[in-house]
């Protein structure tokens, strides 16, 4: 069982940077692989980036890739998800999601979700 919040969602302007965290509670931290998604009103939630365990291991959705960069630090309990050249699509609610198996990138792979934070993004 782990509990996650996400923070640092907000409103930034095209080109921007935005940093997002996720506070996870428990002791077991380490154990979960952990991801980033988002999700826009009628459409299915999507993949945007994972990261194994130990953190030795990222994936990232081919459309952030090059721009988003994910990172935990299993000594806080924390994962963070580094938005640069922020584009007006990357516009969403994004979730913090935590997995018991290894690195995946599946929304059905997931065990636990954080509430969701609003990313805004001008043009």
């Known amino acids: 069982q782990v509990q996650l919040v996400e923070s640092g969602g907000g409103l930034v302007q095209a080109g921007g940077s935005l940093r997002l965290s996720c506070a996870a509670s428990g002791r077991t931290f380490s154990s979960y692989a952990m991801g980033w998604f988002r999700q826009t009103p009628g459409k299915e939630r999507e993949f945007v980036a994972a990261?194994?365990?130990?953190?030795?291991?990222?994936y990232y959705a081919d459309s952030v890739k090059g721009r988003f960069t994910i990172s935990r630090d299993n000594a806080k309990n924390t994962v963070i998800l580094q938005m640069n050249s922020l584009k007006p699509e990357d516009t969403a609610i994004y979730y913090c999601a935590a997995t018991i198996r290894d690195l995946r990138h599946g929304v059905n792979e997931y065990d636990y979700w954080g509430q969701g934070t609003q990313v805004t993004v001008s043009s």
């Open positions: 990261i194994s365990r130990s953190g030795g291991r990222s």
